[in-house]
């Protein structure tokens, strides 16, 4: 898992988020609402399909409108079992991880997986 996870609110354009993705070199961000809370987890890959399907919508869509219902999250005492089992079952390639009061925690990923079974 990658702590403190980079955020992007669910209200904010696709545009930003893609940036916020390019300026940090990540493929995901964790996606909050207004409270903070979880609300997914959006990949560089549903931007891209967004903009595939509707050319130039970047500036105007908003995040929430390509997540994921519900959102790929596991809690933070889940395993790692727990988070691959959720991203097999749920074709995503990556899983917001969330505590009690459901913000995110950190997130886990495809990659990160890899790097797991290559130690």
Excluded: F, N, Y
């Excluded at 409270?35 to 130039?56: H, L, N």
């Excluded at 691959?84 to 079952?89: E, I, P, S, T, Y």
């Excluded at 009061?101 to 997130?107: D, E, N, Q, S, T």
Aim: hydrophobic share 50%; proline share 3%.
């Amino acid at each position: 898992m990658s702590g403190h996870p980079v955020q992007v609110a669910a209200s904010s354009t696709l545009e930003d988020a893609l940036a916020t993705m390019a300026g940090a070199k990540l493929r995901h961000l964790v996606v909050v609402d207004g409270a903070g809370r979880c609300a997914g987890v959006i990949s560089d890959r549903a931007i891209v399909a967004a903009w595939a399907a509707e050319p130039g919508c970047l500036s105007a869509r908003r995040v929430s409108s390509v997540l994921d219902s519900p959102p790929a999250a596991v809690d933070v005492d889940a395993t790692v079992v727990d988070a691959a089992r959720l991203m097999c079952g749920a074709h995503v390639d990556a899983v917001a991880v969330v505590d009690r009061r459901g913000c995110a925690a950190g997130i886990v990923t495809g990659s990160d997986l890899v790097s797991l079974l290559t130690r």
